[in-house]
């Protein structure tokens, strides 16, 4: 079994892929279409997709099952095929990444608020069991919880995934920067808070995703190393922050500008380095050149 924190042990910064939506919806999503129902009807479009990520040099590639927990497939009647979509989900990205390269099977937020009642703990456990249970029986590598904003809800989802597999588990939150000039998720969480509480629940790699470009990713980062100095950081940064052109949203950061960030990132102590909104295999290919030329 092949293991990110080994890899990492030996003083590798390893690289991961970007973003999956925007090129979901290139190929012909529509909006309000499931993704992961992609996963059975479209399988080569979501093959070419991480193939390109492969392809363009990273070292992992996530799978197509952000929103693949049953609670959240509720909302298009899919609960039910749970288990298949998410296997699916991760024999795609097996597919495209070999035996040599990484698989991190993605699981998102439920979409219901346990504070409103909307869903109950039981229920987000046990969905996020089968999530994992399915993504480790297609082949991925480790589990990587994603865009966390609540801390309750992310514990539950790193407990599923590390009580229904034997692989290392990756817990990344979504910060703004506030007025006052820290970062907090929208449900008020910090990164040292988010520290503590991933840790105790056995998260073995931590970090942060998607609302913000590399800015202000190093200020998330250098909180984090202010109070773990150890465990392995995973940023997912967008290209920038969104802008809205003639009605479209648009990420300004070109490749070589992320890539210029890159070093001064990984001296602020991050481990694994990737995209989300907005990144394309040019922005992930433009990292991996920087990373590729360090010794």
């Known amino acids: 079994m092949k293991s990110l924190l080994e890899e990492i042990k ?74 298949e979509l998410n296997e699916a989900a991760a024999a795609i990205s097996r597919e495209a990444a070999g035996a040599d390269r990484f698989v991190l099977g993605s699981i998102g937020p439920s979409g219901s608020m346990l504070m409103m009642g909307e869903t109950t703990e039981e229920e987000l456990f046990e969905g996020f069991y089968l999530q994992a249970e399915a993504l480790k029986k297609g082949g991925v590598d480790a589990i990587c919880v994603e865009t966390m904003t609540d801390i309750q809800e992310a514990a539950i989802a790193v407990r599923a995934a590390k009580s229904a597999t034997n692989l290392e588990v990756i817990c990344t939150f979504t910060f703004d920067k506030i007025s006052s000039g820290e970062f907090k998720t929208m449900m008020g969480v910090s990164p040292e808070e988010m520290v503590s509480a991933m840790k105790d629940e056995g998260a073995d790699i931590i970090g942060t995703n998607c609302g913000n470009g590399f800015e202000n990713m190093l200020g998330i980062v250098k909180e984090i190393r202010q109070v773990d100095k150890t465990t392995p950081i995973l940023v997912h940064a967008n290209a920038g922050l969104p802008i809205f052109i003639d009605g479209k949203v648009d990420y300004p950061e070109t490749p070589d500008m992320m890539a210029s960030r890159v070093n001064e990132l990984i001296e602020c102590g991050a481990n694994l380095i990737g995209g989300c909104c907005g990144t394309t295999p040019l922005h992930i290919r433009a990292i991996a050149d920087v990373i590729s030329k360090r010794k």
């Open 10 to 83: 030996k003083g590798k910064v390893l690289v991961s892929d970007g973003a999956w939506g925007t090129f979901l919806y290139q190929r012909g999503l529509q909006q309000g279409e499931c993704p992961e129902l992609w996963n059975i009807t479209h399988r080569e479009d979501v093959l070419a997709i991480a193939k390109s990520y492969i392809d363009a040099g990273a070292d992992m590639i996530l799978t197509n099952s952000f929103g693949g927990s049953p609670v959240r497939l509720k909302h298009y009647e899919l609960n039910e095929k749970a288990f």
